[in-house]
């Protein structure tokens, strides 16, 4: 069977990594419009659940990202000035640039085409060459958004703002800071997911958002909103102790949740 897959992000990979154990007769091509190292975002965490089922698809994969993770049961929740550990949750975290590396490796060894810097042809062009067509092209899917009345999609966008941030602070555990503040409570999480960083997500309410006067300047793509960055590290300067808030195409963002009536 020819497959295509649109977008090489960890869905894309991980999906052609598997296709390609099922049935080494399938020829598979993954499409990513990124060069390999363009990867935007810091560590991802992932559950015991999560990674259960990883070591029971592909073991290589597996034991890949076992030597490159950091790993934690604790989960501390840090408000007005006392800390409360819920322990027992079993999480490891890595980095996103990492994992990729990691998939795209595995990909290679066993087979699969990958194009980078790649604009993948649009789904239609595709399906008249290959057998099947996969989008894996992430939250803002093109492909799910020309068909949307045959996805039956629905978009709900939540209503709290966030921004993705790393910093070089390494956590020693999975961390909720919750401050209160003149304009409300404003709230970051973060974990480590290497040796020298970790992941610092940092949220609140639309309400806070507008009260502490942020916006949306609507970076350029790649860009961040390095003066909003600057208001969380002033916010936040107890919880870092000097170390910096690290940008990488980090604005203000909103979590969608995507509903399809079909996924495919
Ligand atoms: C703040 C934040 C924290 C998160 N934390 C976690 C976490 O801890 N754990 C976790 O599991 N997940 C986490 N996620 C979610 C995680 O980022 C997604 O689940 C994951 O990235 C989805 O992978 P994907 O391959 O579906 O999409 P993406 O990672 O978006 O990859 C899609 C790829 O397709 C490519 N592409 C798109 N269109 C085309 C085209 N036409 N041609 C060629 N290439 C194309 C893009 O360049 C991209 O590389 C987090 C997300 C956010 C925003």
Redesign the pocket.
């Known amino acids: 069977m020819r497959v295509a897959c649109?977008?090489?992000?960890?869905?894309?990979l991980y999906f052609a990594a598997l296709a390609r154990r099922l049935g080494v007769g399938h020829e598979i091509t993954v499409?990513?419009?990124?060069a390999p190292d363009d990867t935007f975002?810091f560590g991802?965490?992932?559950s015991d659940e999560t990674l259960g089922g990883i070591e029971h698809a592909d073991p290589r994969i597996y034991r890949e990202m076992a030597g490159e993770f950091a790993r934690w049961d604790d989960i501390d929740v840090h408000i007005d000035g006392t800390v409360t550990t819920s322990g027992g949750h079993g999480f490891a975290a890595i980095g996103r640039q990492r994992l990729l590396r990691i998939l795209r490796a595995r990909c290679a060894e066993l087979g699969v085409r990958i194009l980078t810097r790649?604009?993948?042809p649009p789904a239609a062009e595709l399906a008249a060459e290959y057998d099947l067509v996969v989008a894996?092209?992430?939250?803002n899917s093109?492909t799910r958004s020309t068909y949307a009345d045959h996805f039956g999609t629905t978009l709900e966008q939540r209503h709290n703002r966030?921004m993705?941030l790393g910093t070089d602070l390494v956590l020693d555990a999975f961390n909720f800071h919750v401050l209160r503040t003149p304009y409300g409570i404003v709230q970051a999480h973060g974990y480590p997911y290497s040796r020298e960083r970790s992941t610092f997500?940092v949220e609140m309410a639309e309400s806070v958002w507008e009260a502490a006067g942020f916006t949306d300047p609507r970076t350029a793509p790649g860009r961040s909103d390095l003066d909003s960055i600057a208001r969380c590290e002033e916010l936040f300067a107890d919880v870092l102790g000097g170390h910096r808030l690290l940008p990488n195409n980090s604005h203000w963002?909103r979590f969608t949740t995507v509903r399809n009536r079909t996924w495919r």
């Open positions: 649109i977008g090489g992000g960890p869905a894309g499409y990513e419009r990124n975002g991802v965490v992932l790649t604009e993948a894996a092209d992430g939250v093109l966030f993705w997500i963002q």
